[in-house]
């Protein structure tokens, strides 16, 4: 048996999450049927109201 767990089905890649508001604001290029409706600026604005700061 494969990593995944089923058979002839391949070990499912590890997902590279954003890490910040402007890093998802520039990887929603990534999907092209998705739109932001939102302002930018306010947006990754937020990153600097992170807990981790």
Do not use: V, W
């Not at 890649?13 to 302002?39: C, K, M, Q, V, W």
Request: hydrophobic share 30%; charged share 30%.
């Amino acid at each position: 048996m494969c990593q995944s767990g089923r058979r002839g089905e391949p070990p499912s890649a590890a997902i590279d999450y954003p890490t910040s508001f402007a890093e998802l604001l520039e990887r929603l290029r990534e999907l092209p049927h998705l739109s932001f409706a939102g302002n930018r600026k306010t947006a990754r604005g937020l990153d600097s109201k992170s807990a981790d700061n």
